[in-house]
């Protein structure tokens, strides 16, 4: 009796305690990691060791092409840090799925852009939560990114990561695919006196024209260059999307839901000359590029090579082995080399590429017909 009622204290007291944690926590707005250092007892000294590895993410150069994959294994106490670098844009909705062996596995990921400063360094502008392993970031400017992951201290677990990324908006005209964009932005107009502000999809007449985000319509009508013509304000990033040289108009005012049909397709205006096609453009504070917010992307998750994930280590078999910022032989570049019987940290694989930290540098990719399992 004396126990259950010991056990029942301890559990009432833990209760309590987790609710002011939670109070205290929505004023203070502590970060994913002051919560795992508190919340695990994480002693200062190996919290402040294992968030040192950030500083080394933030030095690695590795750059990847989305979609992309990699497999591996965390082991406790190895204190691994995953970075990689991409280049994105204005409309692109950034992506990242982490998959590991338990649903209570923690992992931490954190979202940088490089600096437009004289000294090249990455800002960090968003974070996920701390039991997070999806993250979405709607990219609003042009830039080098940088994802960092980092696995708590113990975590003893199978991964896989994924990466890709999508349109912000819907594709504007029914069935259309990227290959009916025949015209950009910025392209000559008018003998160059004018740069094209949006881009143009051509379709059969009478092709549906559609509203590729929710929102209010702003105006309809015919007038000027854009002949027929349908203004579409998306509240929720502030700016109007212009639907230009329709055949007809769709009776349709007030709020609309993405999808809906706001016209369709024709050539109108100044474009009579030219087959049917949808302009398309944003403005915000000025025009926009509006391509990427309509690009679609390959939607594929690249091939998960097996391979020994109980080895925790690589040794380089060959008298060189390339170590490269990118898994491939083409684009990349070469960071370093390893000699042979160099030993290096085994971090992942993807495809035919194993991502290697050699011993106090930078990570690094290098082929699998160079290496052997340590």
């Not at 709607?138 to 992951?149: A, D, N, P």
């Not at 009478?206 to 009508?221: H, K, S, Y």
């Not at 504070?285 to 390959?298: M, T, W």
Request: aromatic fraction near 12%; include cysteine; hydrophobic fraction near 35%.
């Amino acid at each position: 009796m004396k126990k259950s009622i010991y056990y029942l204290i301890i559990a009432l007291i833990c209760t309590s305690c987790s609710r002011l944690n939670k109070a205290t926590d929505f004023i203070t707005n502590p970060s994913a990691k002051e919560i795992y250092k508190r919340d695990y007892n994480i002693s200062d000294q190996l919290f402040s060791l294992w968030e040192e590895q950030i500083k080394i993410g933030l030095q690695d150069s590795l750059k990847i092409e989305l979609p992309y994959a990699e497999s591996g294994k965390f082991m406790p106490r190895s204190f691994p840090v995953y970075a990689y670098e991409m280049n994105l844009n204005p409309g692109e909705v950034f992506n990242l799925e982490i998959f590991t062996d338990s649903v209570n596995d923690l992992v931490f990921i954190d979202f940088y852009r490089m600096t437009l400063d004289s000294i090249q360094s990455f800002n960090k502008i968003e974070s996920a939560e701390i039991d997070q392993k999806i993250f979405q970031y709607e990219i609003k400017e042009s830039g080098l990114y940088k994802i960092v992951i980092q696995p708590a201290i113990e975590t003893q677990s199978d991964f896989v990561l994924k990466f890709n990324k999508k349109p912000a908006y819907f594709f504007p005209v029914a069935d259309g695919k990227n290959s009916a964009i025949q015209s950009y932005w910025g392209a000559k107009r008018d003998g160059g006196a004018r740069s094209h502000e949006g881009i143009d999809i051509f379709a059969d007449r009478g092709t549906p024209v559609l509203a590729a985000t929710n929102g209010r319509i702003g105006f309809t009508g015919e007038k000027g260059l854009g002949g027929k013509q349908v203004w579409l304000r998306d509240t929720k990033r502030g700016q109007s999307l212009y639907y230009a040289h329709l055949d007809s108009i769709s009776k349709t005012s007030g709020s609309v839901k993405k999808g809906d049909t706001l016209g369709f397709v024709g050539n109108t205006g100044n474009a009579k000359t030219t087959p049917p096609h949808l302009h398309f453009g944003i403005y915000k504070r000025g025009a926009i590029n509006p391509l990427y917010f309509v690009y679609q992307h390959e939607n594929f998750t690249p091939e998960i090579t097996a391979f020994d994930k109980n080895s925790t280590s690589l040794l380089t078999k060959s008298s060189v082995a390339n170590l490269r910022n990118q898994p491939n032989t083409s684009t990349s570049q070469i960071l370093g080399q390893a000699k042979n019987k160099d030993t290096l940290q085994l971090l992942g694989k993807t495809g035919d590429w194993f991502h290697v930290r050699p011993k106090n540098k930078s990570a690094s990719f290098v082929h699998e017909s160079l290496v052997a399992p340590l």
